[in-house]
């Protein structure tokens, strides 16, 4: 059994349609694991001075809320595979919703479940870079903004954001990867991304060689796509 | 003259050390206050109390008419009328020197960016750094930043100005243009400023009053060529001492 081109151009189309879902579910999961990795990056550092000065009265309480709340949802995410999360989300979530609201018939489809689970696990590690590159930024530019009488939101805003979301692109750009490849582990619940695309291929013709090259060139592809592009936007910024 | 200044019998604590004792200071409209003492006295936690980037532990504070802690909600007008400059400079790295001086006119005084971006060619220009307006921070020298550092504190037109040690980071050659932007801004524009500062020419030339502080306490205070001419203190005398050796 020699190396066989037209195999591949025969499993082409089917492969292609699989390689769209997985970019279609890293983007959603890049784009919807930052707004979560925002939120719980700054979440888990809410009330501390890496964020301004800190808080009184009400707000104090309130930001050992969130910052549990961040902690919580970051550790959970952390401290377990995303295959068993993918699974529970899809398998085991269901049944829970039907015991305690008592709804027949509560599904989620293997698609949403895929990008919802992407979603947080993205959202829990892009949710540490954020922390971290938030507490990078040098305290006397946060008393710098504060002297000139701006308010919080704009002092992360205006001063800590641009600053911090330089120093956040490499290892965004680490996560981003890591995120792509992580859509493969979705044939679990049965989504036909990449992998589970090549995975059927191969079972029905066995040409192993052919069908993972193309698979391996296809994510290759992508992850290229995804570095030069968040290299692209580190040469605008001119990290310093 | 009303005072814009006031501490009264104010305390400050970090943890259960407290680094300034009792005290009692009034600044008035127009005046260029002085403040030296050794490392460690409590010379910038003082000035830091003042716009509130350290919150008094005890007493009262009332900058232009606001009183800390009755209403410590006003915390940020009371930061719009008192600016800073720092040791270190702390510019916006990612900024340019332009839009550094624009950042407090167009952020904190929501005022339109071609309204910002004049006063803060202005001020650049007036500081002697027309010429910078597109350079970033890291490529200005020690003096230029300071000098822009200090355009961006005058930008929201702040009553008074606050300087903690503003040419202790700088090469020595660079720290008379510093000085003379100080000179001129109290000079020209009657700035109320307090100062935090071991270079006693600009002491004796521009401040209208000397405070030395030791260990949380105001030691002695008058007008400046007074108090460095007749020292009433041991500690003053030595430290005085110390610093003309610099
Ligand atoms: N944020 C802080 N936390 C704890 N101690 C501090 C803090 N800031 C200043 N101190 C202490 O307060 C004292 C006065 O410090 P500081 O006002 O910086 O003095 P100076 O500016 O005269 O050198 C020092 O003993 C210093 O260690
Ligand atoms: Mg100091």
New interface residues.
Partial sequence: MGFEFSVITESLPALLAGAKLTWIITILGIVGGMACGILAGLGRIAGTEALGEKPHGIYKPLTVLIRYISSGYVETIRGTPIIVQAMFLYFAFPMLVKAVFDIERFRIEALTAAVITIIFNAGAYIAEIVRGAVISVDKGLLEAGMSLGISRFQLIVHVIGPIAFRRMIPPLGNQFIISLKDTSLFIVIGVGELTRQGQEIMASNFRALEIWLTVAVMYLIMTTVLAMTLRHIERKMEIF | MSSIIELKNVCKSFGDIEVLHNIDLSVQEGEVVVVIGPSGSGKSTLIRCI?C?ELISSGELIVDGIRIPAE?RKI??I??E???V?Q?F?????LTALDNVA??PS??RKMSKSKATDIARDLLEKVGLAAFENK?P?QLSGGQQQRV?IA??LA?SPKVLLFDEPTSALDPEMIGEVLDVMQNIAKDSGMTMVVVTHEMGFASQVGDRLIFMDEGLIVEEGKPGEVMKNPGSDRLKEFLGHVKHH
């Fill in positions: 716009n980037l410590k940020r007008q930061r719009l008192v600016g800073m720092f270190q702390n510019l916006f790295p990612h950042f407090g952020k904190a970033r890291d550092a961006r504190a929201v």
